[in-house]
């Protein structure tokens, strides 16, 4: 299996948002980054675009980005997105899955190879654990997706195999870089694809004293917790002023 004409489509995750690049666009490298890099390598005609935009929810990523998509003739596209819409207060997981399948049986009517992700298990504890719920429905919608339509899936829920504390950047919310290489080596695994990328030795994550954990709690919630919740109280997000930082089909390496 090879591929040409890659397209990624997504939110931070696919953006890359963590794994800080001050050389390239939006300033991001990013898992997507990583795969494609990999890729270039096996093709000399091998070309990459990435739609993804921080903060997008489902519907937004599936009007804004599907079409322009298509319209690059991928013969590999990846799609990542639902992380934004279960945190907000109120969602209809089925509807935003029957949404999702339609796009999705959109994608993989053009020929493309399609790849998708369930979202990553937070755990019981922190700001995601009162959202654990939702988030295994909508990973169950997901994978049944996967299975109807005959898509790759990465299913990052059961992947045990990882420290999720050390992966994550100090936001507690996206994939830090030695995450996001963890992360181009499942899509490519996926893929079935052949490849030399191996993961970061990380230390493990500190242990903290009971005053040195309310410190950095008290840390993170004024630096990235606050700042999140003004922005849903005010409408607004984090892409709002952000450009995908690949439009179109570019030489990557």
Known sequence: MSFTRYVALGD???EGVGDADPTRPNGLRGWADRVAEHLATLDDDFRYANLAIRGRKLPAIIDEQVDPALALTPDLITIHGGGNDVLRPKVDLDLLAHRYEQAIEKL???GAKVVIFTLFDPGTYGLYGAMRGRMAIFNEWVREIADTHDVTLVDQWRMRDVDLATHLDPDRMHLNAAGHQYMAIQVLDALGLPHE?????VPPAPVLSRKEALAE???WTKEFLGPWIHRRLTGRSSGDTVSPKHPTL????
């Open 108 to 110: 993989v009517a053009s």
């Open 12 to 14: 931070s995750f696919t």
């Open 197 to 201: 990328l191996v993961r970061d030795d």
């Open 217 to 219: 709690n008290v840390r």
């Open 250 to 253: 570019e030489r990557i390496g």
